[in-house]
């Protein structure tokens, strides 16, 4: 029996490889200057439901701009955030690394409903590794992140939902 040899093997998984990485590409400083910065984001009880507020929230959209977060800040105004969107929908882990302020965070699903909280204290080691990490529960398309209790003081809990500011559905569902 006579193989096909090498060569169509490598070919074959170098395509396949590169269809992977494009699946998988960086957003271009190009790109990422087009995209949103702020949005004003509804907590409602359900899309199409009343505000029971809204937050004004800052956009982090790419890597660079999640992995910064909300890193350095000394003060975060009571009706602020930030909202951090993926592409995908994954299991999340967040971190305090020179976060200074105490932080909730709301795992979000593809339809903006929240399904975890956690208050996350401000990590204050030099070394990233001995922060604590305050993983999702379950898979998670976004997460937002408020001020120390500002849910639970909103009256905002596990089953209500972050959405754009008509309150009618996900602030990504409109495309970014």
């Not at 269809?19 to 702020?38: D, K, R």
């Not at 592409?87 to 882990?93: D, I, L, M, V």
């Not at 204050?124 to 997460?143: E, I, K, V």
Request: charged letters at 15%.
């Amino acid at each position: 029996m006579k193989t096909m040899g090498i060569l169509p093997f490598k070919l074959t998984a170098l395509t396949v490889v590169s269809l992977l990485m494009a699946g998988c590409a960086q957003v271009t400083p190009a790109q990422a200057s087009e995209l949103p910065t702020q949005a004003n984001l509804c907590l409602a009880s359900a899309p199409g439901a009343d505000a029971v507020a809204m937050i004004d929230s800052e956009l982090a959209l790419t890597d660079e701009t999640r992995a910064r977060g909300l890193m350095h800040r000394q003060h975060l105004a009571p009706d602020a955030g930030m909202l951090f969107y993926y592409p995908n929908t994954h299991y999340r882990s967040f971190w305090m690394f020179n976060t200074l302020i105490p932080l909730d965070i709301a795992y979000l699903s593809d339809e903006g409903e929240i399904t975890q909280i956690i208050t996350m204290e401000p990590c204050l080691h030099d070394n990233p590794g001995r922060c604590q990490s305050y993983p999702s529960d379950r898979r998670a398309r976004a997460a937002l992140e408020l001020n120390a209790g500002a849910f639970e003081q909103l009256g905002v809990s596990i089953g209500d939902y972050v959405l754009e500011q008509s309150c009618r559905q996900a602030p990504w569902a409109t495309g970014w």
